[in-house]
């Protein structure tokens, strides 16, 4: 499973604050339909953006559990939280997608949002996930097929190189919605939601989503075998596209509910 060091987490700040993923964080949300009062564990928390929106959503008497393998992830995320004074109902620990240090039947629901791509034994994450669950909770999973990935560039063969080595170096698993639902069944639970949105983009912000992926998509490139002058060229290509009309970007994500 990834680790993000301080220059990563700085990064995930960025694009986790773009207007993109805010908005993918409301429409996650409105699925867990998470309630007051409900306990709930977050999975690979990042920097706590999700896990503070969904403490809102179940105080005053309810509380989340945030966990992520990177402490420099639980330091940013616990910075967060006292700024948004929610440490009494959030608490964030490191902590193992596939060793919950959780009892059994703990939480109402568990969420894992774009988080278990990373993790390298995804059936065992997904039996501990099952195992904190509470009878008739609910585990939502998030996460992308970067397949469905598009960008607009002068050279499409290239473009497509460069987001399967994205997918090669940066996921276990850069499929996973395809196996969400063998896996949930192999661990006990039901299927009872499924459903997919898309990212759009149509103009160049250098402060989207996908102008804020282009680093790490071209630092994967590079450690996946694409020349220097390759991946030069195609990032030269996306950040001149500045006039109306050059600009696409397309990914698809997907949601899946499953109940125990």
Request: glycine share 6%; charged share 30%; with cysteine.
């Amino acid at each position: 499973m990834l680790t993000y060091d301080a220059k990563a987490v700085a990064r995930l700040e960025k694009i986790y604050s773009t207007r993109q993923i805010v908005d993918q964080r409301r429409r996650f949300r409105g699925i867990v339909s998470a309630r007051p009062g409900e306990f709930g564990l977050d999975v690979g928390c990042g920097v706590a953006y999700l896990a503070c929106e969904l403490a809102k959503e179940v105080a005053p008497r309810g509380r989340i559990a945030a966990i992520d393998r990177s402490g420099e992830a639980v330091r940013a995320s616990k910075v967060r939280v006292a700024k948004e004074e929610l440490d009494g109902i959030i608490d964030v620990r490191l902590g193992d997608a596939t060793k919950l240090e959780f009892p059994d039947e703990t939480f109402d629901f568990v969420v894992g949002a774009q988080v278990y791509c990373y993790v390298s034994d995804v059936a065992r994450a997904i039996r501990e996930a099952a195992r904190v669950l509470r009878k008739g909770g609910r585990l939502v999973v998030l996460d992308s097929d970067w397949d469905m990935c598009v960008w607009a560039s002068k050279d499409p063969s290239l473009t497509r190189r460069v987001i399967a080595a994205r997918g090669a170096a940066q996921f276990a698993h850069a499929h996973l919605p395809r196996e969400v639902h063998a896996l949930v069944r192999a661990a006990g639970m039901a299927l009872s939601d499924a459903q997919s949105f898309s990212i759009i983009e149509t103009r160049y912000d250098p402060d989207s989503y996908s102008v804020g992926i282009i680093p790490s998509t071209c630092e994967a490139a590079l450690k996946h075998g694409i020349s220097p002058e390759e991946v030069g060229r195609w990032a030269e290509d996306l950040r001149s596209r500045t006039t109306q009309g050059e600009w696409f970007f397309c990914l698809n994500r997907f949601v899946f509910t499953a109940t125990k």
